[in-house]
């Protein structure tokens, strides 16, 4: 019978083998890649902000629409 090593998370972290390099990689663009989300989904918020100031029926239900929209991706983006 093999001697497993026992998983990580049972070992204190000063005894942890070291992240190798692609993990610290795909850590780097997980944190571009959520930043970029965050900041598209704000400034598509940004950008609907002149409809909500139009006195017309046709301009607050396109800004309605695009708000729940942006609402949907941030939740999808949170998911993820």
């Not at 571009?32 to 006195?55: E, H, M, R």
């Amino acid at each position: 019978m093999v001697n497993k090593p026992p998983p990580s998370y049972t070992l204190p972290i000063s005894q942890r083998p070291p992240t190798s390099n692609f993990q610290k990689l795909l850590g780097i663009c997980f944190i571009f890649l959520f930043d970029f989300g965050l900041l598209s989904v704000n400034a598509t918020q940004f950008l609907l902000l002149p409809l909500a100031w139009i006195p017309h029926p046709l301009a607050q239900r396109l800004y309605d629409s695009g708000i729940r929209y942006t609402k949907g991706s941030f939740a999808c983006l949170l998911s993820a």
